[in-house]
Structure formats: structure tokens, C-alpha cells
């Protein structure tokens, strides 16, 4: 009888704190445990132990193939939390700088009154400080809309040229301003791929802007192949600093940085993990093939759009 | 057609800068601080435009929209929604709660400038 209340303590003071825990393997094996000691001190009948010994199976199994309910609870619980604090944070964060970007707007187009050369100056840096922070509250929030799956993506056939030639457009001058020579090879014959326009026009631009960023000089051009597999994969190829292969792994990762050799040119460290994430709802894959000093080539693969039949 | 504009937000840094801006543009602007405080001001005088914010306490821009154009008399005043958030302005909370369009802040001058010529010229 002695060992009988002994192990009740134990179960009532162990288990309970496992299951919180989210260790229900832990938890069962403990109460194997238990049903044994208890079957070999004569407090438990064989065949009861049978049975029990069978129902701490069958929950261990269930439990370790799909974890148990309550963690699951638990997880979707911390899910919404985070979402919802991202959401209020995000808007608690966006309505002072609308309110900033607006005063310095207000300030820069001399609707208050004239501006010296010295304030227009501070002003510019003010915006240019603003529309950063900005940036990097909407890729906060675009990350978190992908993580929690709330991102709907419009998903069409598209022309990938039209799409990659469009964004180039918008790069052009950028890209003269550091005499570089900026190229879209896309081929006309280019079936179209299936794929929400917004969604991949902003991968496109972020992998140009990096490819500017990290590139000094020379080239960055685009191409584009159909696969085996029915994919198309983009290249954008550029002959700027390249990236050492130790640090790859790290670059399509949110928040994680590889270390580049001037600080200015760091965003908000969602840029590539945001792309993946839109790339990998797409079915596709994005990767880099580079060396350091050799340039870097990010490619990106989107499913060929399937053919109506009329 | 009245180039007058109800400006609709709970924040008076907003309200500030956008009425400075409006009215250097040559619009009237009228300013509400609330939902409720927006409805008395439609039944009192002529707009061509609301400008509304989406999250106000008490009454939500998206909840005064829906009063405002289900009263007939006041249904054709185009509304615009000024939200923060993109899942507030999806076309089907458009059909929902009956706003003309939707202004994301931060939003350019020139989006800006879109939607008041689409509705005010």
C-alpha cells in the first residue's frame, strides 16, 4: 500500500507539469513506469496492467504522431496572440509616422511657409528616416501575413517578361546613377507561369535592389529557362561582391543578417525571408549560387501556367 | 459640386497635417474626431467627399460608413476609408460596409491626389 500512495504523489506532482510541458512521451513513459512498479509490488492485477500498459501505448503514439490536442491549443493560441500583436503594433506604429511623413511633406513643399537650403537639408534626412521605418513596419507586416497564412495570393497566368521588364523600368535610373548596366534576357518564347502579379512583382524588385545594393560595378541581368520539372526558373545574375557559402544558409532566414562590409546597406532583414515565403505558397523554390568576390546569381522558380482548352 | 471634404479621425496629429494639406490645395475642409461626431456633421452640411479613419473608439469608420449610406438621403456622398491596414481594405469589406475606395497609410500625396480627383472634379 505504501508504494501505491507514493506513486500517486509522484503522478499527481509530475505528470500534470509533463503534459504542460508538451512532453507526452516523457509523461507516458513515466507512467509505464509506474504501472510496472505498481504490477511488481502486488498493489496492481496483471491484467488490469495489461490494459492499462495497452491505453498508455495507444496515447503515446497518438500523442507523438500529431502532439496532443492541448499543444495544439496552446500553439494556435500563441499563433493568434502574435498576430494580433502584430497587427496593433504594426498600426500603433503606422499612424505617427503618417502623421510624421505628412508634417515633413507639409515642411519640404513650403505649404507652412519658406524653407533655408541648411533646414531642407534636415528635412530630407527626416524623410529619408521616416520612409525606412516605414519599410521596415510593412515588412514586418507582410512577413507576418505570410506566416499566418492570412497573405491571399491572386493567383493568375502571367508574363514573366512583361513583369521582369516593368520592374527593370523602375530601376533604370538607380542603376545608371552607379553606372551599371542593367538587363532583362528574358526570352519572348516564355510560357507564362501561374503566379499572383504583386506578390512576385515584389520579389523581383527586392532581388534588384539587392543585386544594386551589393553590386559596384559591372552588370546585373536577367534570364529566364523552362525546366523538366514544369517550373521556370528566373535568374538574376549580377557581378557585384558575392556572398561566402558558409554564410548562405543564414540569407533566406527572418532577422538572421550576413555580415556585409558596410553597414549602410542593411534593410530589415526580412527582405529574402519574405521572398521565400511568397516563392515557397507559389510551390517554387529560391536559392543563391555565389562565391565571395565572384558576384551571386538568386534564382526563383514559379509553376508553368497550365494551357485552357478552349 | 461641393469641393468641400468631412475629414473623419480620432488622432488630431493626423487631422492637422491633412487639413493643412487639403486646404492648401484649395479644398473646405470640415474635421470630426469620431464616428458619431461624423454623422452630425453629414446631416448638418453639404460634402463632396468623407475621408474616414477605420480605427476610432467608439463607433469604427467601417460601422459609420454603413449608417451614413444606408440613410437615403445621404447614401450618394462618396466615402473613402483611411486605414493602416491592407486586410481592412479588401473588395469585400468594400461591398461589406459600402466605402467608394481605400487610402493605405502611409499613403503618397499622389494617391491622395487620385482619389480627390476621381470623386471632387
Known sequence: MHGYNFGIVIATMLIPK??????????????VILISALTLTGTLKLELAFVL????????LISVMSGTSADIALRKMLEEDRAAFTSTVSHELLTPVTALKGAIELMQDKVLGPVTAEQEKYLNMASRSVSRLNHMISDVLDYQHLESGTMVLH???QDLQSVVLNVVKDFRVVATDKSLELRCDVPDSLPDV??????????VTRLVDNAIKFTDSGHISFSAIVKKNGFVEVDVKDSGI???????????????????????KVGSGLGLAISRKIIERH??????????????TFFFTLPVAKELSA | MTRKILLVDDEEDLLMVMEARLRKMGYDVTVAQSGKEAIQKIASEPFGLVLMDCRMPGMSGQETCKIIKESPQYAK????????????ATPEKQVLFHFDDHLIKPFEISQLKTVLQKFLE
Open chain 1, 18 to 31: 509533463f503534459i504542460r510541458k508538451s512532453y507526452p512521451a516523457l509523461s507516458c513513459a513515466f507512467v
Open chain 1, 53 to 60: 500498459m495497452t491505453v498508455t501505448t495507444v496515447v503515446l
Open chain 1, 155 to 157: 493567383l493568375k497566368p
Open chain 1, 194 to 203: 501561374t503566379c499572383d502579379l504583386e506578390a512576385i512583382t515584389q520579389v
Open chain 1, 242 to 264: 558575392g556572398i561566402p557559402i558558409a554564410e548562405q544558409g543564414k540569407l533566406f532566414q527572418a532577422f538572421k543578417r550576413v555580415s556585409t562590409p558596410d553597414r549602410k
Open chain 1, 283 to 296: 510551390g517554387g523554390v529560391i536559392g543563391v549560387r555565389s562565391q565571395a568576390g565572384e558576384g551571386s
Open chain 2, 77 to 88: 456622398i462618396p466615402i473613402v476609408l483611411v486605414t493602416a491596414s491592407v486586410v481592412e
